[in-house]
T-cell receptor, first 113, second 111 residues
C-alpha cells in the first residue's frame, strides 16, 4: 500500500532532550516536506527536500534540522526542543512536479514540557 | 510559495445541504489543489484544477477557478456526516512547487 509513515504518533519529552521524528515513503517520490500545524495558524512548512542530499528551509525552520540521505526517508530532528515546538507535525511527499498531489502521513503530536 | 486564504473559517450545515467554501490567492498559479483533513489526521488530496480550467467535478465535489479574480470555490453537494472535516486550498505557483496552506475552513455537518 502506498503510504507515508511517520513515527512516533505521540511523543512527550522535556526541554532540551534531542529527538527525531522519522518519516518514510514507499512511492519513490522525489519531494518530501515537513509541516507543523497549530490552532488558527494552518500548516506551516518547516523544511522541504527536492531530492536526495537537497534540502531547503521552509517558512519556520528555526530549531529544526532535516536530512535526506536516502530517497525514502526524511527525518525531522529537534536538537534542543523547547515548549514552543509543541505542535502537530506532518510529513508529506510527492513527485514534485507542478501537478503532483501531496501525500501526507498521519501526524506526530509532540508535547515539550 | 504562497498560501491560499479560505473563507469562511467555519461552516455548519444540515445533512443533505450543500456546503460552499472559497479560496483566494495573490499571484499567478499553475494549478490549485484542495485537501481535506479529518480531525487530527493527515491531509488528503481531493481535487486539482489547472489554471486553464474553469470548473471540475469529482463525485459530489465541484471546484471552480476564476484566475481573473484569483479565487476558487469548493462545493460539496448533498453533504453527509462523513464530510465533517477541515478543507484547505493550496495554490501552486508556475515556477515554485512548494505548497503552502492557510488555516482552512472547518465544516460541520449536523445529522
Amino acid at each position: 500500500e502506498a503510504q507515508v509513515t511517520q513515527n512516533p504518533r505521540y511523543l512527550i519529552t522535556v526541554t532540551g532532550k534531542k529527538l527525531t521524528v522519522t518519516c518514510s515513503q514507499n512511492m519513490n517520490h522525489e519531494y518530501m516536506s515537513w509541516y507543523r500545524q497549530d490552532p488558527g495558524l494552518g500548516l506551516r512548512q518547516i523544511y522541504y527536500s527536492m531530492n536526495v542530499e537537497v534540502t531547503d528551509k521552509g517558512d519556520v525552520p528555526e530549531g529544526y534540522k532535516v536530512s535526506r540521505k536516502e530517497k525514502r526517508n526524511f527525518p525531522l530532528i529537534l536538537e534542543s526542543p523547547s515548549p514552543n515546538q509543541t505542535s502537530l507535525y506532518f510529513c508529506a511527499s510527492s513527485f514534485g512536479t507542478g501537478d503532483s498531489p501531496l501525500h501526507f502521513g498521519n501526524g506526530t503530536r509532540l508535547t515539550v514540557t | 510559495s504562497q498560501q491560499g486564504e479560505e473563507d469562511p473559517q467555519a461552516l455548519s450545515i444540515q445533512e443533505g445541504e450543500n456546503a460552499t467554501m472559497n479560496c483566494s490567492y495573490k499571484t499567478s498559479i499553475n494549478n490549485l489543489q484542495w485537501y481535506r483533513q479529518n480531525s487530527g489526521r493527515g491531509l488528503v488530496h481531493l481535487i486539482l484544477i489547472r489554471s486553464n480550467e474553469r470548473e471540475k467535478h469529482s463525485g459530489r465535489l465541484r471546484v471552480t477557478l476564476d484566475t481573473s479574480k484569483k479565487s476558487s470555490s469548493l462545493l460539496i453537494t448533498a453533504s453527509r456526516a462523513a464530510d465533517t472535516a477541515s478543507y484547505f486550498c493550496a495554490p501552486v505557483l508556475s515556477n515554485d512547487y512548494k505548497l503552502s496552506f492557510g488555516a482552512g475552513t472547518t465544516v460541520t455537518v449536523r445529522a
